[in-house]
């Protein structure tokens, strides 16, 4: 027997799923308890919480690890394609959508004997369609690029979860990156791994390999506490019904009164003039000129901008370099940390595990990470004057 459990939004406190990478759930978990949420539970690539529309706006607006903020609406349980219809039809879709809206639909499926998440997503669109047709003798129409709302519909096993999404585009989606170098790092991701390393500005940061800019810009936005929404120009809410265009402006109003100068020095480099090139536009694009150094140059050359410091780099692996190249070029890394950066802590990014081994440091920490669908390690690296024993004591 087919059962609707309908959950209780716009009512509040309402349920909240916001998605990130896997090995960022903790980071997402931290950002979203500070603001204010509340039973935040860590799920696969995810938190679960609950709250109001002043969370949900804040999730987007001010969570640098999220990726997608989503607002549960139903459940129910699924066995055959005609569950899937009459589940997705059933529901009072004119809640939240007119017949002269659009709307899209993305599904994803797993461990299910519905096994195709595009065919899922047809069948409910074609739900969502016929509901109004039988309704008003009209439909809404479909839009993928811009719709008015975006419905996330989740198979697992027998279970249908049917989502609102209130983020829009991907939230990694900053609004500053125009353009990218090749297999650019995504702007969730650089936040996390700077996240995770506890920097917060209290010391100058290093990119060494910085590419088209991200990690460098991230560091920025969090070293001066820029919202990772700041430069967006809209999010999936903002069309809602019932959206409070006012809560909205006061949280942006807020926000903005915490940015502050930049309290260190970062600094960007990379070996690429053409690909600098594209990072000072991209910095330029988030106003952070004056903020961000970057300058050509192979990393084995590169001087500290002090003593102590942070640095961070997602150096070449996989596609970004032949495999000849690659236990030369982290030998090399992991020469000019022992000569260069004694006194900094060093992070890297890499898929390459076998080639982290040439790095030839005792890592005193190591993350498991995603970078699109590759596994990589995020390794943290102690640069000491003199042992480590000397550094202790």
């Not at 690539?45 to 002043?54: A, D, E, M, P, S």
């Amino acid at each position: 027997m087919l059962k609707i459990l309908a959950l209780n939004y716009p009512a509040e406190p309402f349920d909240i799923i916001v998605k990130t990478f896997s090995g960022l759930e903790y980071v997402l978990k931290t950002e979203l308890e500070t603001i204010g949420a509340k039973d935040c539970t860590v799920i696969n690539r995810g938190v679960k919480c609950t709250g109001g529309l002043k969370t949900l706006y804040e999730a987007n607006y001010l969570c640098r690890t999220a990726l997608r903020v989503l607002v549960p609406v139903a459940e129910f349980e699924v066995n055959s394609e005609d569950d899937l219809y009459h589940g997705i039809y059933r529901m009072n879709w004119p809640d939240h959508l007119s017949v002269g809206d659009t709307f899209a639909i993305e599904a994803v499926t797993s461990y299910s004997t519905l096994t195709h998440s595009k065919y899922i997503a047809l069948k409910a669109k074609d739900a969502v369609a016929d509901s109004f047709r039988n309704k008003y003798g009209k439909r809404p129409d479909v839009d993928t690029d811009n719709p008015v709302l975006r419905i996330n519909i989740r198979v697992f096993r027998s279970q249908c979860s049917v989502s609102l999404d209130s983020s829009g585009d991907s939230l990694h989606k900053r609004g500053y990156r125009i353009s990218t170098g090749p297999a650019p790092i995504n702007e969730v991701l650089a936040a996390g791994m700077i996240m995770l390393t506890g920097w917060q500005g209290d010391t100058d940061f290093v990119d060494p390999m910085c590419g088209s800019g991200t990690i460098p810009i991230e560091a920025a936005l969090i070293a001066k506490k820029i919202p990772p929404g700041y430069f967006r120009n809209s999010f999936g809410f903002e069309k809602w019904r019932g959206y409070d265009h006012k809560l909205f402006e006061n949280i942006k109003t807020e926000a903005k009164k915490n940015i502050r100068p930049l309290p260190a020095a970062i600094t960007g480099s990379d070996m690429s003039g053409r690909i600098l090139s594209v990072a000072r536009e991209n910095v330029r694009n988030a106003g952070l000129e004056r903020d961000i150094r970057l300058r050509v140059g192979f990393f084995a050359d590169s001087k500290p901008p002090s003593q102590t410091g942070m640095l961070v780099m997602n150096p070449p692996y996989g596609e970004r370099i032949t495999s000849e190249n690659t236990s030369r070029l982290y030998s090399e890394i992991g020469d000019t940390l022992k000569k260069r950066f004694s006194g900094y802590e060093a992070w890297i990014l890499s898929a390459d595990l076998e080639a982290l081994k040439n790095v030839g440091l005792h890592p005193s920490r190591k993350i498991k990470l995603f970078n699109g669908q590759l596994e990589c390690r995020f390794m943290k690296f102690d640069l000491y004057t003199g042992s480590k024993k000397q550094k202790e004591t």
